[in-house]
């Protein structure tokens, strides 16, 4: 099923993964689908080309990516194709940690409504953005075999696997609980988030000179 947000419709089950896979689960078809995911319907919905791709992997929910992109600005499915090295790293970070995408993969598509119609320009199009998810691929192997990146993210969220934290992801943890353990610590320490370090990182990953 494709996340689909902003079509004419009252009400939408299918505005983004987490909905989709919501809907799937109330009733009782999560063991039969999985989720297409179009990166551009992902930015419609408001949130970054490749989360709903990580959320759905995250989930086992992954099956195939319909690999369009658009402009954010317009708040319309542009059918673009992606030239965005940084965001194709992204996307083939997560395939490659989920094991491959099989049986699915990534597909194009391209419609009338698109401004670069020529036929020459559907060559561009196609070669371009095929040529950029496999410059993604080959930072998204780099990275992986680095370990840094994923590394830091470990340690970032490590306290979720002791003490209460641990007890509210085994779904264990209530309110009550939660209410002692801060009469009990007070104010929690302040820890910097590091979000140019990460980033930084990041595109170390995605420089051929390095």
Excluded at 85 to 108: H, S, Y
Excluded at 166 to 187: I, Q, R, S
Aim: charged letters at 25%; hydrophobic letters at 35%; aromatic letters at 10%.
């Amino acid at each position: 099923m494709e996340p689909k947000p902003r079509e004419p419709t009252k009400h939408q089950y299918d505005y983004d993964a987490q909905t989709v896979m919501g809907f799937l689960h109330a009733y009782g078809l999560y063991d039969d689908f999985k989720c297409n995911i179009e990166p551009n319907h992902t930015t419609l919905a408001g949130h970054d080309y490749e989360h709903d791709i990580i959320v759905s992997s995250k989930f086992g929910m992954l099956g195939s990516i319909d690999c369009n992109t658009g402009d954010t600005l317009v708040g319309w499915d542009t059918d673009q194709f992606l030239m965005d090295e940084r965001k194709a790293t992204m996307v083939m970070k997560t395939i490659v940690e989920q094991n491959g995408l099989a049986p699915g993969g990534l597909m194009f598509d391209c419609k009338v409504r698109r401004e670069s119609t020529d036929v020459e320009d559907m060559f561009i199009a196609h070669i371009g953005s095929m040529d950029c998810f496999a410059k993604g691929l080959r930072n998204a192997a780099k990275i992986v075999e680095d370990g840094r990146l994923d590394q830091m993210v470990k340690d970032r969220y490590a306290s979720w696997n002791t003490g209460l934290a641990a007890e509210v992801a085994a779904g264990n943890g209530t309110l009550d609980k939660c209410y002692e353990y801060a009469l009990a610590n007070g104010e929690p320490e302040h820890i910097s988030a590091q979000q140019e370090l990460y980033e930084m990182v990041f595109n170390q990953g995605c420089d051929s000179r390095t």
